[in-house]
């Protein structure tokens, strides 16, 4: 393997994560190929309409992805980005699409979870947040201490908006480098940001298992698994 790159301590790397470095700790996301979730139709787990029809269904769906948490580990390139993280001590910002917590876990510390997290929920009416940790999941659908409403998980479901657009955006006109990773570039706004990266002058990488369909947009980029990939490109920039 080899980079045309060297990545100094003052440059600032903005890193894009998405399914597929969950994927290789064994976590299994929404495909878009056949529209289900772990065996369930997006629209029932992941939109608020599907929230308000059966509220217990999506809960029950989501304690089930966070419980998963447990049984999975981060991997060889969750640890090699905390690594590139700690070297660049603050000229570093990790976006990713994944509501897990494994970058988290791996050591990472600036994070923008921008479709939200499984180990998160927040009340409906009032807002106040809370830890999963902190709420009693055998009931059907917790409800909020404060005012009593109804909670829901903090997952950025289908037809909302993604969190922390404007950190997002004030990071990549920061960036010396973006690098893409595990993501298909089909879903939107995440696909643009390498768009966005382009038109600010910013230099861009990609890895990932198979060639995204915006790879024209990537200068440098890396097939295979981020776990194999990630440890020994980061050794690489830094050394
Ligand atoms: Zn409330």
Redesign the pocket.
């Known amino acids: 393997m080899k980079t045309n790159y060297h990545i100094k301590k003052e440059d600032f790397v903005v890193i894009l994560t998405g399914a597929g470095i969950s994927a290789e700790s064994g976590i299994k996301t929404f495909r878009d190929s056949d529209g289900l979730w772990e065996n369930h139709p997006v629209e029932k787990v992941a939109t608020p309409e599907g929230f308000r029809a059966d509220p217990k269904l999506v809960w029950q769906f989501y304690k089930e992805r966070y419980n998963q948490l447990s049984e999975v580990e981060p991997n060889p390139g969750h640890y090699a980005l905390a690594e590139l993280e700690d070297y660049l001590q603050g000229n570093f910002s990790l976006i990713t699409q994944n509501v897990d917590d494994l970058h988290r876990r791996a050591g990472s510390k600036k994070i923008l979870e921008m479709h939200g997290q499984l180990n998160s929920c927040f009340?409906?009416?009032?807002?106040?947040h809370y830890s999963v940790k902190d709420i009693d999941l055998n009931i059907d659908v917790p409800?909020?201490?404060?005012?009593?409403?109804d909670?829901r998980p903090d997952i950025v479901w289908f037809g909302e908006m993604p969190y922390f657009m404007d950190e997002i955006d004030e990071a990549l006109r920061k960036a010396t480098y973006f690098m893409t990773i595990g993501t298909s570039g089909q879903v939107y706004p995440a696909a643009q940001f390498l768009l966005f990266a382009r038109s600010y002058g910013v230099k861009t990488l990609g890895v990932n298992l198979t060639e995204p369909e915006n790879r024209s947009f990537i200068e440098e980029f890396h097939l295979g698994k981020s776990g194999e990939v990630l440890p020994k490109l980061v050794k690489l920039f830094i050394n």
């Open positions: 009340c409906t009416r009032c807002k106040k409800s909020c201490i404060a005012c009593g409403a909670l």
